[in-house]
């Protein structure tokens, strides 16, 4: 599929829920692919993307916004502390918070430099035990205990379950993003972005389906 059949769908699950056009951002998920993808959706204009891992995206990134001018970089994976330094250089905005450790390294940073990426607090809304997120009991204490540190919470983040409706996940999120007073919704990916538009994501993350399978490497 292509970059421009990819918003065609957004646009039409926009306006399926009765919300405005262009009021979902397009994450364009690169990671692990060859370079030559990444540069034609650059060329086309696209200038959001996402990537796992903070190591291959200090590889990559830089010498393409030498090249593209400004990005807009998203930090979808885990981030290790020691690497929260590096990624506070990189990325606009990290989707992958979720302990009490790294929002103490984050603040610090933030207090540090002055400065902070816009943050996504990750919750585990299937309770699988091989994923990273908060549990949903949990996103509450949590949320408040990132506010008390006043980090810039922009929203919530989830990765529905493989084999499961993604639906009453997200409409999990929805309502936890709602009681704690958070715009943001980072949820739906290339096999269930309309149904999170559906339920008002405000940020999909697309990889497979705007840049084909990934290479296995
Ligand atoms: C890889 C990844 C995506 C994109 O997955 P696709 O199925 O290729 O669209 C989205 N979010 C996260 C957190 C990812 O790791």
Redesign the pocket.
């Known amino acids: 599929m292509s970059l421009a059949e990819i918003t065609t769908r957004i646009r039409a699950a926009e306006t399926a829920a009765g919300r405005p056009p262009g009021s979902t951002a397009l994450?364009a998920?690169s990671?692990v692919q060859p370079l030559e993808r990444v540069e034609a959706v650059l060329e086309q204009g696209h200038r959001c993307f996402?990537e796992?891992r903070v190591q291959e995206a200090a590889g990559k990134w830089p010498a393409l916004r030498d090249r593209f001018g400004t990005v807009d970089l998203h930090l979808?994976?885990p981030l290790q502390t020691n690497k929260a330094r590096q990624a506070f250089g990189l990325f606009q905005a990290i989707?992958?918070l979720d302990r009490p450790k790294l929002a103490e390294t984050l603040a610090r940073l933030a207090q540090e430099t002055g400065r902070c990426p816009g943050l996504f607090v990750q919750v585990n809304t299937g309770l699988e035990p091989q994923k990273a997120g908060v549990l949903p009991a949990d996103v509450d204490g949590f949320v408040a205990d990132c506010t008390a540190r006043d980090l810039p919470l922009l929203g919530l983040?989830c990765?529905a379950p493989e084999a499961d409706d993604a639906a009453p996940h997200f409409a999990m999120l929805s309502d936890m993003a709602a009681r704690n007073g958070l715009p943001g919704l980072s949820m739906g990916?290339?096999?269930d972005?309309e149904t999170a538009i559906a339920h008002g994501a405000t940020h999909v993350?697309?990889?497979?389906?705007?840049?084909g399978a990934?290479v296995p490497g």
């Open positions: 994450i998920v990671k996402g796992n979808l994976g989707h992958s983040m990765i990916m290339s096999g972005f993350r697309v990889g497979s389906a705007i840049f990934r």
